[in-house]
C-alpha cells in the first residue's frame, strides 16, 4: 500500500514529477533551492518567531531586498506566516507554518551536511582547478 501524496490528501489526485518540465513542483524545487531560502528557514526553525532585522543580522550577507522577496516567497507558499503587531513602532514577525517546519528537517540537515563537508569540497575544488589550470 503506497503511502498518499499531498495533492491526493488535499483532494486533488494529480501526481508530481520534477523530472518532467512542466511540472510545478520543479518551481517549488527551485524556490527551496535558493540558498537565502535554506537560511532564513533553518534561522526560523532554530530560533522562532523573528523580527525583520532579527533574521536580517542572523543571515548574514542577505541584502534587504533579498530577504524580503525571500519571505514574500515563503509566505506565498505557506511556509511562513507574518504577523502584524500594531505599536510603535509596528512590530512584524516572521514564523513557520507547519509546512515550514516540515522542511525545516530537511534544510537543517542540508547546512550541516554544507558545513561538515566544505573542507572536502575546498580540496576537491583547489585539485581540479589545478588539474585544469590554463
Not at 523530472?19 to 518551481?27: A, E, I, V, Y
Not at 527551496?32 to 535554506?38: A, E, N, P
Request: hydrophobic share 35%; proline share 4%; charged share 25%.
Amino acid at each position: 500500500m503506497s503511502t498518499p501524496t499531498g495533492a491526493e490528501l488535499a483532494g486533488h489526485p494529480t501526481r508530481y514529477d520534477a523530472f518532467q518540465q512542466d511540472c510545478p513542483s520543479r518551481r517549488l524545487i527551485e524556490t527551496i533551492g535558493d540558498k537565502w531560502v535554506s537560511l532564513v528557514v533553518v534561522a526560523l526553525g532554530a530560533r522562532g518567531p523573528l523580527r525583520f532585522s532579527e533574521l536580517s543580522r542572523q543571515v548574514a550577507g542577505v541584502s534587504q531586498k533579498m530577504l524580503t522577496r525571500t519571505l514574500r516567497n515563503l509566505e506565498r507558499d505557506g511556509m511562513v506566516t507574518r504577523t502584524v503587531t500594531p505599536s510603535v513602532p509596528v512590530r512584524v514577525d516572521y514564523e513557520l507554518t507547519d509546512l515550514g517546519r516540515s522542511l525545516m528537517g530537511v534544510m537543517s540537515h542540508l547546512k550541516e551536511w554544507a558545513e561538515g563537508h566544505m573542507a572536502e569540497v575546498d580540496a576537491a575544488r583547489g585539485q581540479y582547478d589545478r588539474a585544469n589550470a590554463e
